[in-house]
């Protein structure tokens, strides 16, 4: 009984895959630190100023969160310009409220892969038929397979620098794939910060378009869980009747409106970001993915992804292996921009691996 009652998307091993902890793998190596490279996250803390906004909030947590969260609604303003938004825990909240508005049991949800995995998970624990678009050898987008794909479908996801590949598929393809779907295309924008491009226009043309964000990535705020989404403003009210109550909280709303209000914060760490990816580009020894985000993809072959995982983290460096993607050999790995300490340690450890 106890185990008949949960249901079969959940009843077998799967999942979202975690790295491997750096604590973990500094207690198996018998080393004192190692580089953590593995999940995308940013190597600066927040800002002295966001971070005492945080700790100010949490004096108030007793309290639940304001219902309108204005505040920070009025920080995306001032760096955005005058959108509808939908705030989440993360931006994998505001996923799981964009699916959760949209997706009947049985609908279908297309992504193109390999990509992010969250939105197949959480389409797929709504009860939608998830369809994956496989991206072409050289990673890119080709719209017109992807317009097909859409056809009959409630909700696509295009995830753009995308993870793990690094590309960005470029705003004319964008523009083609809205002209010619009539679903709502979910734009996953989680490395936007570090790349050239900007959809943002996009928002002005087509009511069938969602961008999110995340300050995990740029931002310095992984462990503070907040993203949102520019949303056409027909759906905003739906949205906001879906969403999980007060999912967002009190520390994250100020620690994110403050770092908002950072832009000198987020101008060095893309400086540092785009810096060395230049180097990532030119030392690795093995062939690299052009990436406008905070990691690069590497073809390790002939090795295979959690080979080389596993001599980087002897070696203390933690990389992901990308076996886990979907729609790509086995034959790579993602590693992000992290410290100068860590890069240089990376850079050596790498070399080694020929
Ligand atoms: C990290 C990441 C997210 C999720 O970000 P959170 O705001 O931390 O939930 C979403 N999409 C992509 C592609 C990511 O890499």
Same mark, same amino acid.
């Given at each position: 009984?106890? &185990? *008949? /009652?949960?249901? &079969?998307? !959940?009843?077998?091993a799967g999942g979202y895959v975690f790295a491997k902890s750096a604590e973990e793998i500094a207690r198996e190596q018998g080393l004192s630190r190692v580089a953590r490279l593995a999940s995308n996250e940013n190597p600066s803390p927040p800002s002295e100023a966001t971070i005492a906004a945080g700790l100010s909030a949490l004096k108030e947590g007793n309290r639940y969160p304001p219902a309108r969260q204005e505040a920070v609604v009025d920080a995306l303003r001032r760096v955005h310009g005058d959108h509808a938004f939908l705030l989440g825990n993360g931006m994998d909240g505001v996923i799981e409220t964009v699916v959760r508005t949209v997706v009947e049991p049985g609908d279908r949800v297309v992504i193109s892969t390999p990509t992010f995995s969250f939105y197949g998970l959480a389409a797929a624990a709504q009860g939608a038929e998830v369809v994956e678009v496989p991206r072409e050898p050289d990673f890119s987008v080709d719209p017109t397979k992807f317009i097909e794909a859409c056809r009959g479908a409630k909700l696509a996801f295009l995830c753009t620098p995308n993870n793990p590949t690094g590309d960005v598929v470029p705003v004319e393809a964008v523009r083609k794939i809205l002209d010619g779907i009539d679903c709502l295309l979910f734009l996953d924008n989680a490395y936007i910060e570090? *790349? =050239?491009? =900007? !959809?943002?226009?996009?928002?002005?043309? !087509? =009511?069938?378009? /969602?961008?999110? &964000?995340t300050m995990s990535k740029a931002y310095s705020l992984a462990g503070v869980r907040f993203g949102y989404a520019f949303v056409p403003e027909w759906l905003a009210p739906h949205l906001e009747q879906a969403a999980t109550p007060f999912a967002v909280n009190c520390v994250a709303l100020a620690a994110a409106e403050a770092a908002l209000a950072d832009q000198a914060h987020i101008d060095e760490v893309v400086a540092h970001v785009r810096q060395w990816r230049e180097r990532f580009m030119t030392e690795i020894p093995f062939p690299v993915a052009p990436s406008e985000a905070n990691f690069v993809l590497i073809d390790v072959a002939p090795m295979t992804g959690d080979e080389a995982m596993e001599r980087l983290a002897e070696g203390g460096v933690v990389v992901r292996s990308c076996r886990s993607f979907p729609g790509l050999e086995d034959r790579y790995i993602r590693v992000c921009i992290g410290a100068d300490w860590e890069n240089e340690l990376f850079l050596e450890k790498v070399r080694d691996l020929q």
């Amino acid at each position: 009984m106890r &185990r *008949s /009652i949960v249901r &079969r998307c !959940y009843a077998t091993a799967g999942g979202y895959v975690f790295a491997k902890s750096a604590e973990e793998i500094a207690r198996e190596q018998g080393l004192s630190r190692v580089a953590r490279l593995a999940s995308n996250e940013n190597p600066s803390p927040p800002s002295e100023a966001t971070i005492a906004a945080g700790l100010s909030a949490l004096k108030e947590g007793n309290r639940y969160p304001p219902a309108r969260q204005e505040a920070v609604v009025d920080a995306l303003r001032r760096v955005h310009g005058d959108h509808a938004f939908l705030l989440g825990n993360g931006m994998d909240g505001v996923i799981e409220t964009v699916v959760r508005t949209v997706v009947e049991p049985g609908d279908r949800v297309v992504i193109s892969t390999p990509t992010f995995s969250f939105y197949g998970l959480a389409a797929a624990a709504q009860g939608a038929e998830v369809v994956e678009v496989p991206r072409e050898p050289d990673f890119s987008v080709d719209p017109t397979k992807f317009i097909e794909a859409c056809r009959g479908a409630k909700l696509a996801f295009l995830c753009t620098p995308n993870n793990p590949t690094g590309d960005v598929v470029p705003v004319e393809a964008v523009r083609k794939i809205l002209d010619g779907i009539d679903c709502l295309l979910f734009l996953d924008n989680a490395y936007i910060e570090f *790349s =050239d491009a =900007d !959809y943002r226009p996009l928002m002005q043309e !087509y =009511d069938h378009l /969602i961008e999110g &964000r995340t300050m995990s990535k740029a931002y310095s705020l992984a462990g503070v869980r907040f993203g949102y989404a520019f949303v056409p403003e027909w759906l905003a009210p739906h949205l906001e009747q879906a969403a999980t109550p007060f999912a967002v909280n009190c520390v994250a709303l100020a620690a994110a409106e403050a770092a908002l209000a950072d832009q000198a914060h987020i101008d060095e760490v893309v400086a540092h970001v785009r810096q060395w990816r230049e180097r990532f580009m030119t030392e690795i020894p093995f062939p690299v993915a052009p990436s406008e985000a905070n990691f690069v993809l590497i073809d390790v072959a002939p090795m295979t992804g959690d080979e080389a995982m596993e001599r980087l983290a002897e070696g203390g460096v933690v990389v992901r292996s990308c076996r886990s993607f979907p729609g790509l050999e086995d034959r790579y790995i993602r590693v992000c921009i992290g410290a100068d300490w860590e890069n240089e340690l990376f850079l050596e450890k790498v070399r080694d691996l020929q």
